[in-house]
């Protein structure tokens, strides 16, 4: 299945910029979705998570109250809306979908998404 990533770029310290994933072949609803970032040098790391309903969420300590999570199931995307921008927010940038079969849940780890994009890159400098 494809997920499509859109709205990465260059912004400066402290900006604002709005991820969007879109899907045409899954059936969107029934998946848990969640972003990942991977650095230069560095291992995939976990960013943020919601659930089927998107009633819950769940961010790593060090994005909390500068990102937010969202989805449209109408329109089959997910969105991850980043302010306060910092340069170690600087990544690419990929979204996730895990098949569950369970409203409320939502995952952490990479292991337990079963597609992913081909990623954008966030790149915060002055």
């Known amino acids: 299945a494809q997920l499509v990533e859109s709205g990465g770029g260059l912004v400066q310290p402290g900006g604002s910029l709005r991820l969007s994933c879109a899907t045409s072949?899954?059936?969107?609803?029934?998946?848990?979705m969640g972003w990942f970032r991977q650095a230069p040098g560095k291992e995939r790391e976990f960013v943020a998570t919601?659930?089927?309903?998107?009633?819950?969420?769940y961010y790593v300590d060090s994005v909390k109250g500068r990102f937010t999570i969202s989805r449209d199931n109408a329109k089959s995307e997910v969105y991850l809306q980043m302010n306060s921008l910092k340069p170690e927010d600087t990544a690419v940038y990929y979204c996730?979908?895990?098949?569950?079969?369970?409203?409320?849940?939502?995952?952490?780890?990479?292991?337990?998404?079963?597609?992913w994009g081909q990623g954008t890159q966030v790149t915060v400098s002055s």
């Open positions: 996730a979908a895990a098949r569950t079969y369970y409203s409320t849940s939502y995952y952490s780890t990479a292991k337990q998404y079963d597609y």
């Open positions: 072949e899954l059936t969107f609803a029934n998946y848990a």
């Open positions: 919601i659930s089927r309903s998107g009633g819950r969420t």
